[in-house]
């Protein structure tokens, strides 16, 4: 399985961007899945968190400027991030509890990450 991060780039202040981040495979489950960001010298922090039935929680810096959904048909999940700060700038990576099958038709649950998409805020 793989969790397919892209959208990030560069912004400036108060500008927006969206994430997306598809779980490519023979997806069978998709629970809760979230976005994590992790800046220089930083530790890996939550920025927003969806369950399967959509109910959210974010980071606390967030404060309304950030929009975590899903589409589960697609089995993709997004972030839509509007008001931008330059403390913003981080990598960014999703995660997910996601249930797979191998090639070989074993199921497979488990909590995984994605590769990271850099988003940067700058004037």
């Known amino acids: 399985v793989q969790l397919q991060a892209s959208g990030g780039g560069v912004a400036k202040p108060g500008g927006s961007l969206r994430l997306s981040c598809k779980a490519a495979?023979?997806?069978?489950?998709?629970?809760?899945m979230g976005w994590y960001r992790q800046a220089p010298g930083k530790q890996r922090e939550l920025v927003a968190v969806i369950t399967k039935g959509g109910s959210t929680n974010y980071g606390d810096f967030v404060k309304g400027r950030f929009a975590i959904s899903r589409d589960n048909a697609k089995n993709t999940l997004y972030l839509q991030m509007n008001s931008l700060k330059p403390e913003d700038t981080a990598v960014y990576y999703c995660n997910g509890d996601l249930g797979y099958y191998t090639d070989d038709g074993t199921p497979i649950v488990g909590r995984f990450w994605g590769q990271g998409t850099q988003v940067t805020v700058s004037s």
């Open positions: 495979g023979k997806i069978f489950m998709m629970n809760e």
